[in-house]
Every structure is written in structure tokens, then in C-alpha cells.
């Protein structure tokens, strides 16, 4: 189920029985009308159309319904970016770009997500199943640092790890300044997909990964 800012009309009446499910569509409208921390606990039990005491039913505070839906955040994630990656196939620039591609498109689409994921300030040890559930995502970088230093000269190669954290600064970086579907993006006079372009290559190209397609024997 995805859920954006699209999506919201106001506070509703709660009619169909799911009072989690009710609780964190609530917040993840909440967080696009107002940001992750402009609502209480409460105004998203209201929100959702039922009383105050009803959310203690499945979270112990707002905190824990954050990191819910954070969870569900992480989930769609991991999700967009393996399929984007497809296993570097055909190639792993190739698949590099799209999987840039799908960093951005996530924020893009699912802005609410993406606040609550890396801007509500829950950390990632709230739950053993939001911790895991962020790991896998990053195991897509990590799968696809590993294979771009694979094509790297054995001396000076950099750690997998490293090049990891680097991809995801760049791309979380163009994201969250302008890659978003809200009013947080900033202008840019290009778009946010060829920012990423041009910064991942300058990049690979400092640490010596070919970046252009090998001349064919002749």
C-alpha cells in the first residue's frame, strides 16, 4: 500500500475496522500536511476518527507509531531500489543510474515516507524490525559498491563500505534538497536526475571506475 501527500483529504470518520492501518495512513497524512513533528499522538488519533486511548491498542506512544511508519517506509524502499538494481544487469552503470534514479523517484513520490524514514528522528534501534528492515535498503549500496570496486585497480581500491556511504550521501543529498514531492525541494536549473548524473560520474571517475563503454577489438 503506498500512501502520498496526494492521497489526503482532511481528518474521516474511522468505519473500516483496521484502527493500525487507519493510525498510520493518519500519520503519514499528518506528516505531509504538518512535517514528522507537528502533530501530537493524539491529534493523529483524531485524525483517524477515533479517541485518544484508542492508539494505545497498537503503539505504546508516537514514537512508536513513527517508527511503523518509518518501517513501511524502509519496505517500499528496499523494494524500489533491488528492482532498480536487477543485479547490475546489463551492466553496473547502467544499473547504477537507474537505481539513482529510483533513490530520487522514492522521495519524489513518497515524500511523507521519506520524512518520516530520515527526518522524524527516530532511531534506527526503536525496533529490530525498523533496524532490519533499514539494512536490507542499504544492502542494495552495499551490493552495489561491492560490484563497482570490483572493476576497480586492486591497489589503492577503496572499501566497499566507503564507496556505500559516499553513494548514499550523494544520492540522499539531491533528494532532500531537490528531489521532493513537497514544498522542502529547493529550485534547481537542472533536474535532480542529472545532478545525481553528473555527480556520481565525477565521482567514479576520481576512484578510476570506467565510466564510458571499452572501444571494441579490432
Known amino acids: 500500500m503506498s500512501w502520498s501527500k496526494d492521497d489526503r483529504d ?3 470518520g474511522y468505519h473500516h475496522g483496521n484502527l493500525k492501518e487507519a493510525l498510520l495512513r493518519a500519520a503519514l497524512e499528518l506528516i505531509a500536511e504538518k512535517g514528522p513533528a507537528g502533530f501530537t499522538f493524539a491529534e493523529a488519533a483524531r485524525w483517524a476518527g ?7 491498542r497498537h503503539f505504546r506512544d508516537r514514537d512508536e507509531l513513527m ?3 518509518a518501517l513501511r517506509g524502509f519496505q517500499q ?3 524500489a531500489l533491488r528492482r532498480a538494481w536487477d543485479g547490475g544487469r546489463p551492466d553496473a552503470l547502467t544499473a547504477l543510474d537507474r537505481l539513482g534514479k529510483a533513490y530520487l523517484g522514492f ?3 513518497e515524500p511523507a515516507f521519506y520524512s518520516a524514514m530520515f527526518e522524524a528522528g527516530i532511531p534506527m534501534s526503536a525496533s529490530p524490525e525498523l533496524r532490519d528492515a533499514g539494512e536490507r535498503a542499504f544492502t542494495v549500496l552495499r551490493e552495489t559498491a561491492e560490484t563497482l570496486c570490483a572493476q576497480m585497480s586492486p591497489k ?3 572499501p566497499a563500505l566507503m564507496v556505500a556511504l559516499h553513494l548514499w550521501a550523494m544520492a540522499h543529498g539531491v533528494a532532500s534538497l531537490f528531489g521532493r514531492g513537497d514544498a522542502a525541494r529547493r529550485s ?3 533536474s535532480p536526475e542529472e545532478l545525481l548524473e553528473a555527480n556520481t560520474l565525477i565521482y567514479l571517475r576520481g576512484l578510476g571506475v570506467p565510466t564510458m563503454p571499452s572501444a571494441p577489438q579490432r
Request: aromatic share 8%.
Open 77 to 79: 524502499f528496499e523494494v
Open 10 to 12: 482532511g481528518p474521516r
Open 156 to 158: 589503492g581500491r577503496p
Open 50 to 56: 477515533v479517541s485518544p486511548a484508542a492508539p494505545y
Open 67 to 69: 517508527a511503523n511508519v
Open 188 to 190: 534547481l536549473p537542472m
Open 107 to 109: 522521495a519524489r513520490a
